[in-house]
T-cell receptor, first 114, second 113 residues
């Protein structure tokens, strides 16, 4: 079955470490997105990519980086510059950047700073 | 900038009854898309229903329907015959012309047996 796979499900980061969250899709979707979810704040857009080798900053890109070397993969790196990284991270994809049809979401990664 | 507001942080409904979740948004665009997403305790986001702004007819998906008032910039979700499995966070979302989707803060729905 087609879908989006996020890994790991839980991730713990020490202060000053960079960590990478994986997002893989087999839906043949062109566009992929990373959102951060904090309690009471809904979802906030970190980065998005509408095509391979191209991506744009979202509303809260500081302290994060991404790459899009393959259509099916859009990993997110949380760098040490992100001062408050503890949150739930959701990856999503959509057909041809046409989000009029809505997103398909992964099951998320819970990141905790220890 | 576009914003999405959900004024009810928490709602509850008796099983088999009907509940309406509110959503308002702010935009200067004339053509856009609106969505309702459901996030159950598993935290898997699920698309419930979508509405195209240029269509006056309200969207319906089985027990879920919307009341879309374009002039008032209102997009409420009605759940009929509520079931225990409807208990979840519900997010209203707006798709901008720049292909980004903006989410509201969410409404937590409880279903009472």
């Amino acid at each position: 079955d087609g879908g989006i796979t996020q890994s790991p499900k839980y991730l713990f980061r020490k202060e000053g470490q960079n960590v990478t969250l994986s997002c893989e899709q087999n839906l043949n979707h062109d566009a992929m997105y990373w959102y951060r979810q904090d309690p009471g704040q809904g979802l906030r857009l970190i980065y998005y990519s509408q095509i391979v080798n191209d991506f744009q900053k979202g509303d809260i890109a500081e302290g994060y980086s991404v790459s899009r070397e393959k259509k099916e993969s859009f990993p997110l790196t949380v760098t040490s510059a992100q001062k408050n990284p503890t949150a739930f991270y959701l990856c999503a994809s959509s057909l041809g950047g046409g989000t009029a049809y809505g997103y398909t979401f992964g099951s998320g990664t819970r990141l905790t700073v220890v | 900038a576009q914003t999405v507001t959900q004024s009810q942080p928490e709602m509850s409904v008796q099983e088999a009854e009907t509940v309406t979740l509110s959503c308002t948004y702010d935009t200067s665009e004339s053509d856009y898309y609106l969505f309702w997403y459901k996030q159950p305790p598993s935290r898997q986001m699920i698309l419930v229903i979508r509405q195209e702004a240029y269509k006056q007819q309200n969207a319906t998906e089985n027990r879920f329907s919307v009341n879309f008032q374009k002039a008032a910039k209102s997009f409420s979700l009605k759940i009929s015959d509520s079931q225990l499995g409807d208990a979840a966070m519900y997010f209203c979302a707006y798709r901008t012309s720049y292909d980004k989707v903006i989410f509201g803060p969410g409404t937590s729905l409880s279903v009472i047996p």
